[in-house]
Structure formats: structure tokens, C-alpha cells
């Protein structure tokens, strides 16, 4: 059975498409934040638990460290997760306004706290989300100060940008951040997508007034997916939408339209993360484009 998304072109007019041939999995999983490693391993906070889980890329429960608490395998709800590297992974401690590094096993590795310093510049607290880039500096949603914090490799502090002077770039209550196509950095801000560079310019809005209420972003470098509602909205490298999926229809009408929390990919998998379980989707790669698929069948047709 095929599972139907809709292609967009400029003047939004949805034309149907096959991408997702079938649920891999729906397995019981629960949690309020993922990312997904290189290798496929998957990474689940769970909020209101206080505890972040490592999963195999088959779906096995590898470990799972937290708690409630200031220790440093403890949390006070974590909301963000960052693992895409293989190595690292970082966890934005909110409620103890400090990130959490730990190694690809879950072991702690270091702790990131600056609330207390006396200098503002310095200083963030409530941490939503953080992001590593590709050269090592850290991007942290720092919602206390609304506003994006960037850090180099020896956790020294390069920029703060988004804050009450960046203009147009102003962010009101930055969620979440992701580094995606050209090292552009895209910041989740209330009912919009703010697009930075990798040195805190601001460049824009994705899809300005597409988006009703989104609540989750992921990406890469090819691809940007912004989830809202029960729609995953398919962004390509040059940020030109390709498609809207609807989450609803790919699960059987098993998903509400508000009930999908987080969404991560990797390859030809698309995870859709609920308060009580893991939705695992198998199809073409989200970086394939239907033109392509056009293509190759012409090219098939004429041999």
C-alpha cells in the first residue's frame, strides 16, 4: 500500500505522490525530544521523566542515564537533544540552565553552566536546544535572554545573536536550532523558522507565512524538514519546498494532528516521535526529488 504526500510548487497547489512505502515499526518509545546519529541510533529525552535514552538502530534499548536532580547524570527537564556526529552528544539541561555533553555510549563527558557569571554577555539560562557544527563551535537556544548563544571549541564564548538589536532577526522564544544546507542555521521561534548564517547574520524566514503552529525541525546537509501539525514540510538545499507530508495519512489515521512531538531522519527513515510511542517509516530518500524520479523513467522508457 502506498502512502501519499503532496508535492509543492509555488502557487501551493498540492499534487500527490508516493515517498513512504510503509511503517517499518510503531514500537513503544515514548519521549518529548529525539535526534539520530550517523549511524542510526536514536536518541530520546523524555521530559517529564528527566531521562535520556540511547536506542540501537534496530530499536533496542542500549542505555539510559538522568533523573531529577543536579548531578551530572541527572536532569530538571531536558528539552533539546543533539547527536548527529557519532561522538557527541549534548542535552539542553533547562531547568538547571547548563548544556550536558556525553560521549556516543551515554557516559558524561562535561558540563556547561554560565547563569551565574556576572557578565550578560556570557551568561544563559533555560536552554531549549543545542547544535554543534561541522568545525566544532556549539549553538545554544538561550530562551531566558531570546536569543542565540555561539561558542568555540574551548566552550569560549565568539557571539550572541537574535537578541533585541539583531532587527528583523529579533527572536521572540528561540525552541530549537539546527544546522542544515550551507551551514545555515535554522532557529524554531513561535510561529516561524528565522534563518541565520553560520556566523549569526540573519538571512530570512523559511517558508514566511507557510507555517500555522510548527513545533519541530531537523536537517541536514541537503535537507530541511519543519513539522507542523500533522504535516511535515520537506525544505531542499536551496530551501525550496518539495513536499507536505501528512503524518496522519502515513499512519493510518493512528496519529492526531497534534500528537507527534519530534521528527528526526537518517537516509530512508523518518522517525516521528509521540508522548507514548515511536512511529518508524521506511521509503525513497527525503533528498530525492519526484523530478528525478521522472527522469529515470523516461530514461528507462527510451532504452
Not at 210 to 232: K, M, Q, Y
Not at 269 to 279: D, E, N, P, Q
Request: aromatic share 10%; net charge negative; proline share 3%.
Amino acid at each position: 500500500m502506498d502512502f501519499n504526500i503532496h508535492l509543492l510548487i509555488p502557487a501551493l497547489c498540492l499534487i500527490p505522490f508516493s515517498l513512504f512505502s510503509q511503517i517499518l515499526d510503531s514500537i513503544a518509545i515514548g519521549g518529548s525530544s529525539m535526534d539520530v546519529d550517523v549511524y542510526g541510533n536514536f536518541f530520546v529525552v523524555d521530559a517529564s521523566r528527566n531521562i535520556l535514552t540511547l536506542f540501537s538502530r534496530e530499536g533496542k534499548q542500549v542505555r539510559q542515564v538522568g533523573g531529577q536532580g543536579w548531578g551530572s547524570d541527572q536532569f530538571d527537564r531536558p528539552l533539546g537533544v543533539w547527536s548527529r556526529n557519532g561522538l557527541d552528544v549534548f542535552v539542553a539541561d533547562y531547568g538547571n540552565h547548563r548544556i550536558q555533553r556525553f560521549d556516543r555510549t551515554l557516559s558524561f563527558v562535561s558540563s556547561l553552566f554560565t547563569h551565574e557569571d556576572p557578565i550578560s554577555e556570557r551568561r544563559f539560562g533555560y536552554p531549549t536546544d543545542a547544535a554543534l557544527s561541522r568545525l566544532g563551535s556549539l549553538f545554544i537556544c538561550d530562551s531566558e535572554n531570546s536569543r542565540i548563544m555561539k561558542l568555540s571549541m574551548l566552550n569560549e564564548i565568539e557571539k550572541n545573536f537574535g537578541g533585541y538589536d539583531a532587527g528583523a532577526g529579533r527572536l521572540a522564544s528561540p525552541t530549537q536550532i539546527e544546522i542544515g544546507p550551507a551551514d545555515h542555521l535554522y532557529v524554531l521561534d513561535r510561529n516561524r523558522v528565522v534563518v541565520f548564517d553560520i556566523f549569526g547574520n540573519y538571512l530570512g524566514e523559511l517558508g514566511s507565512g507557510l507555517f500555522r503552529r510548527p513545533s519541530s525541525l531537523h536537517a541536514d546537509e541537503e535537507t530541511v524538514v519543519i513539522l507542523d501539525g500533522s504535516l511535515l514540510y520537506v525544505f531542499d538545499a536551496e530551501e525550496r519546498p518539495q513536499a507536505a507530508i501528512d503524518l496522519s495519512v502515513l499512519t493510518g489515521g493512528r496519529v492526531r494532528e497534534t500528537e507527534v512531538l519530534a521528527v528526526a531522519f537518517h537516509r530512508n527513515t523518518l522517525y516521528a516521535l509521540t508522548a507514548s510511542k515511536m512511529y518508524i517509516l521506511s521509503g525513497r530518500d527525503l533528498r530525492d526529488s519526484p523530478d528525478s524520479d521522472g527522469q529515470a523513467d523516461k530514461n528507462q522508457q527510451q532504452q
